[in-house]
């Protein structure tokens, strides 16, 4: 799958789940992509955002993944495992682990997951900013509530993701269709 044909699949569909949650469109499609690697690296069928276990009781796929911490103790419940960990010049530490993530049926049960997902209580700080990409990612990383990723540039490489994905919805089209 191309950009462009990552582009036209994702982008249409979080229009539909933007219109419900009000979350900006280009921001979900860029949050997918970047997560997913423009859907080359997605979980199971569905999961483009690297959404973990966490409450889930449906369907689940063990991947081994890469988190930061800034403690060397983290631990994981099982069967989810620490497979190594790493300790960074910055003082974090890098861990390789064995997670569970979510499995979902069809991408829009995931972006619609997604969703319900920032709407939580440890992202409320950043839900009044969803219509916002920029400042939306900013206060999703913040130290106010829970941070959406622990990669320690993540607010970054999405605000790159943001550019991409928007001269890709003019390359085809698609930000007209939107307006």
Known sequence: MTTEDF?????????????????SPLFITAQ??????????????????GITRGSWTGP????????????????????E??????????GRYRYRVRRLFRDYPTLEAAIDDHCAVLRGSGFADAW????DPE????RLQDSVGSRYATSPDYVDVMRRMFATVARLLRKTGLDSAAE
């Open 81 to 90: 495992e620490v497979l190594s960990v790493e300790r960074l010049d910055d």
């Open 32 to 49: 997918a992509a970047l997560e997913s690697g423009w859907g080359r690296r997605r979980i199971g069928r569905w999961n483009l955002f």
């Open 7 to 23: 582009v036209r699949l994702v982008y249409p569909a979080a229009c539909r789940s933007s219109a419900k949650s009000g979350i």
């Open 135 to 138: 400042a939306f990612v900013e």
């Open 60 to 79: 689940c796929v063990a991947v081994e993944t890469t988190e930061y911490f800034r403690r060397p103790d983290v631990r994981f419940s099982p069967p």
């Open 128 to 131: 009044p900013h969803r219509a």
